[in-house]
């Protein structure tokens, strides 16, 4: 029963679509012809910006709607996100993940000796 369920749900299409701008011909059919380019601003596409060097205030991400003031209708979303703040984010799961599965102990926590580690392998890379 549920892997029928299951196997419905995958056959449906997507909902949403990530695309490149401009779209690339490795994009979904969604995205629409390769070398389409929507411009900042243009309410046809809803954006998604990846910035990827992080900024001091590092903020995790700005969202402008742009909404029917009569339907509420979502009409049109730029959205930025700030890579380095999700990186940490999920660095911080990843070290408590870690802690709980006994990885890492209490002492490489309290003296720091975890971090050295990963600061000494960044400045390697």
């Known amino acids: 029963m549920l892997a029928g ?6 056959a449906m299409p997507p909902v949403i679509v990530l695309c490149h701008n401009p779209v690339t011909d490795k994009d979904h ?6 070398g389409l380019e929507a411009r900042l601003g243009d309410i046809r596409y809803n954006l998604v910006l990846n910035i990827p060097h992080p900024e001091a205030p590092s903020y995790w991400g700005i969202m402008v709607d742009g909404d029917d003031p009569l339907t509420g209708e979502k009409v049109a ?5 700030w890579t380095g703040t999700t990186d940490i984010a999920a660095q911080q799961v990843v070290d408590m993940v870690r802690y709980i599965n006994g990885e890492i102990s209490t002492a490489d926590i309290t003296n720091g000796s ?11 890379s």
Request: glycine share 10%; aromatic share 8%.
């Open 29 to 34: 059919p969604a995205c629409g012809p390769a």
């Open 77 to 81: 979303s730029s959205i930025n996100i």
């Open 114 to 124: 975890y971090v050295q580690g990963w600061a000494n392998a960044a400045k390697l």
């Open 5 to 10: 369920a299951l196997g419905a749900i995958a």
